[in-house]
């Protein structure tokens, strides 16, 4: 156990529902970081935030993508109108800033879009 | 062409045998980590390294910054090594992960 919790942890959802995902960091890291990870590849970057302030997008996340970390803690991560191509496991991390910091991964959440 | 391309892919051991696990890279970099995932999805940082060489227990880790490398070693490999090493590289504020090498130590 890392200290960042993810909930849920497997999300089965129909085609063009909307779905909300939920990171908790280690509570005194004030970075926050969405990851994508589709079946036999590595992680990719999605968005981070410092603090609440969500500092970069990666161009993976279209306009169905939506992520708030409201008061610097918590974040979520909402997806609308579902598509097959979004299933993927959707792992999140937090850190402390700082070059040299190591990110802590969550154990994330599988979503499965039938 | 990927910006963190791991080799091999996929490595299947024998109990007991010294692996090597390799990465390059061609974007500039603040550190490099190696990372392990285990099935189900829990990734855990074994080393992040910006020169030189790391040890920990049977795990070495070693990087090349002219030659943009980096090679993770196991010794006396075991079974429950058995997970994938996903090598990742600090760019600006984010990490660029590699595909992942998927080891199987058999006993």
């Known amino acids: 156990d890392t200290g960042v919790s993810q909930d849920p942890r497997h999300k089965i959802t129909k085609r063009g529902q909307n779905v909300t995902f939920r990171c908790d960091p280690i509570s005194e890291h004030n970075r926050l970081y969405w990851y994508r990870q589709t079946l036999g590849q590595g992680p990719e970057f999605l968005t981070y935030?410092?603090?609440?302030?969500?500092?970069?997008k990666s161009r993976l996340l279209s306009d169905r993508f939506s992520a708030e970390r409201p008061k610097g803690s918590f974040s979520t991560l909402e997806i609308q109108r579902t598509e097959q191509g979004d299933s993927a496991m959707y792992l999140c991390?937090?850190?402390?800033?700082?070059?040299?910091?190591?990110?802590?991964f969550g154990p994330g959440t599988r979503l499965t879009v039938l | 062409k990927n910006e963190v391309e791991q080799s091999p892919q996929n490595l299947t051991a024998q109990e007991g045998e010294f692996i090597t696990i390799n990465c390059s890279y061609s974007?500039?970099?603040?550190?490099l980590h190696w990372l392990q995932q285990h099935p189900g999805g829990g990734i855990v940082s074994l080393f992040m390294l910006s020169s030189g060489k790391k040890k920990h227990g049977r795990l070495i880790a070693t990087i090349n910054i002219q030659e943009k490398h980096s090679s993770l070693h196991i010794t006396a490999s075991h079974p429950r090594d058995s997970a994938v090493y996903i090598c990742a590289v600090g760019y600006g504020n984010k990490l660029v992960f590699g595909a992942g090498t998927i080891l199987r130590v058999k006993s």
């Open positions: 974007v500039g970099i603040s550190a």
């Open positions: 991390a937090s850190s402390l800033s700082g070059r040299w910091s190591e990110q802590f």
């Open positions: 935030f410092q603090n609440e302030a969500q500092l970069e």
